[in-house]
């Protein structure tokens, strides 16, 4: 059973499938998770004239305010063919969908963007890693992990200090663990519970930076302008997009690579550091992602938009920025909304989440006309300590 | 019954009324009316953490993608009374709503804005023509007419042409009537169907004008640009706003003693005939208005974010624009969705409503950096037979 009783299938054309698509337009999105990425998705979709239902176990969703949902695990046939045949469109909010899930959804032939593909190597860092090297994309040095004995040998290749992530599953920092000595190869073994694991060599970066690519399905690509970010407690917490950043380029044409391998339709993020020789790929996110938040307000076109605007194969929107733009999260609770109200150009997104602590439950975009405008608003506003 | 079963009403501390506020956050809004004002204050509020809920009598209210229905007439007390005792706050998307229903809200004490008596005067346009006369404001000459002999009478005092406006219950150019030879009388009294009415001086204008104007509960004002409008067969077709307009003082002035005078909270519009002298105005909406919706991607605040904050007595966002902007609406049909969205800087707004001759069923609005770009685009993409 729906929040609402069960979806109704569509009617007459049946489900819509990528051999035999229908030509009437195209407007409901079923999404897969229905956190904070699914209600802004429907925020920005329903002037669009979308209709949005998703699937999610949780009973207090937070997207149940903007879009009708359908409760029950990931891996559940019947939900996953419930939102299936009332949809046009299937596309996520995270990409650790059950395996499961996928194959069922693939095997139905129904339209999901991304494409599988980009999923399974999104979820997978060694997958990641090895899709970087191909196609040319600095990362860092890498060596796949199954033992203790793997992992001693790997830290005499890759050297120390460096980073042993579990190669699914992890995200804002967890399951991860530093190595900075040979003695710390046991503890973060043991930290990692015997997972599947990546030893990544540590990168020395002078910023971590981010840009949000898109590509529709029709082929066209667009780029938003690189984006520096701030984390904390491997959680973002502040980002902010330059105009004419000297890596924009470079950044590109990594992206671009990526979309072309993956035949990617959808918003992609990939996140790098930036050091004195280049840009390092670091991971990519298949999806609309934390650190393009800014774009709602700060560029002309949201990258929620504009990832609706993709699998949709419309017309992408323009992705320049409109002044300047900065975006500070909030992390385990709200600060108090006339606070955030009473800061000029600013714009609150309260998630509608109980507070817990360490959960995103909502942000805030600082607009301005200029930099100079939008530095004086950060040194005003914007806590030191984020 | 709503759509959902009946809203549960707020448990613990009873219906919120203007005598004793609460001191938790108001987060519940209750909107009269479920067209696309309700829908896009929605839109702009969720952001904000809010929650909507609407009374509208139609069983395809556009509202209700985004928002709680509740289905019932605007003068059934048991449906007001179920939005209300779930609401912290009522406002109106429509000044239209049966005296019984807001005498209904204003018994229970509770928290509506805009104020009674503000709905009371947009309602009756004699009231509307007296208050600008007693305010100083410049408006065309008018008379009481009921009867024809009035209006015979009115037409010698005021001359022609003049039009005969029925007092209440008109909107884009509905209950009006030209009268350009005095043997006109008696065909604009039969079709006004005997109605009480107001007979206006026409007035030459060089532009027809708008001004979105904003007064928080808490005595904070603010104003947009002075917006020029284009209007055919009485609908607005093509809003532009102006950032230095030669007439943004004056048009403010007015609207502040209007705001001032009926102690007023929530977005107010005045439209105004620019004429070589000065600005006479011509009638008020004490609501958002469709002159503002370029204010969504246009402005830095929407009107639709500004009311929300108004009636909630937080702090009024930043109204002045953002580049450039103008919008075009939608009547009777939607353009091809990407057509729209090939545009550069084009934002879509489809309402989700039927198409049907002469309904506004949805708009767009065209951004860019300067007036120069703006012009270009309009130049390229706007029908010249809006």
């Known amino acids: 059973m729906s929040e609402y009783g069960a979806l109704p299938p569509k009617p007459a054309q049946g489900p ?14 079923g999404i897969l998770g229905g956190g904070q990425l699914a209600r802004m998705l429907a925020l920005a979709g329903h ?12 009973p207090d969703a937070c997207a149940a305010a903007v879009a009708r949902q359908v409760r029950g695990p990931y891996d559940d046939a019947a939900k996953l063919e419930e939102l299936a045949s009332w949809a046009d469109i299937i596309t996520y909010e995270f990409e650790n969908v059950p395996a499961q899930a996928v194959r ?29 090297t191909e196609l040319g994309i600095p990362t860092p040095a890498f060596a796949a992990i ?3 004995s793997d992992l001693e040998a790997a830290v005499k290749t890759i050297g120390l200090p460096a980073v042993l992530k579990t190669r699914t599953l992890g995200y804002d920092g967890k399951g991860q663990s530093v190595l900075r000595r040979t003695e710390d190869c046991a503890a973060a073994w043991a930290h990692i519970q015997g997972r599947s694991a990546i030893l990544e060599a540590f990168v020395p970066f002078t910023r971590e930076v981010s840009i949000i690519a898109v590509r529709s399905s029709t082929g066209e690509e667009a780029f938003y302008p690189l984006t520096e970010n701030i984390h904390r407690e491997g959680i973002l917490r502040f980002s902010r997009p330059h105009a004419a950043d000297p890596r924009q380029a470079e950044a ?20 790098l550091f ?19 938040h800014w774009t709602i307000e700060g560029a002309y076109t949201s990258q929620f938009e504009n990832h609706l605007r993709a699998i ?19 992390i385990g609770s709200l600060p108090k909304r006339e606070e955030i109200l009473a800061i000029p150009g600013a714009h609150y997104h309260d998630y ?10 909502g942000h805030y975009t600082l607009s301005a006309a200029s930099d100079d405008e939008l530095d004086e608003l950060i040194r005003r506003f914007v806590p030191s300590s984020i």
């Open 47 to 58: 002037s669009l004239g979308l209709e949005f239902a998703f699937l999610d176990p949780a």
């Open 274 to 292: 930036d050091t004195p020789e280049a840009l390092v790929a670091n991971e990519t996110a298949p999806r609309v992602h934390n650190s393009g």
């Open 352 to 361: 509608g989440k109980e507070a817990r602590p360490g959960r995103k439950v």
């Open 252 to 271: 590109e044409s990594y992206a671009r690579k990526i979309l072309d391998q993956l035949d990617y339709v959808g918003v992609l993020a990939l996140e």
């Open 104 to 132: 069922f959804l693939e095997e139905g032939r129904r339209l999901v963007y991304p494409p599988a593909e980009a999923l399974a190597v999104s979820r997978d860092r060694l997958s990641e890693k090895t899709l970087f």
């Open 146 to 148: 199954e033992s203790l």
């Open 312 to 330: 949709l194969g419309l017309p992408l929107g323009r992705t320049d920025l409109r002044g300047s733009a900065a975006m500070v999260n909030c």
């Open 16 to 29: 819509r499938t990528a051999a035999q698509p229908s030509s009437a337009p195209m407007k409901r999105i």
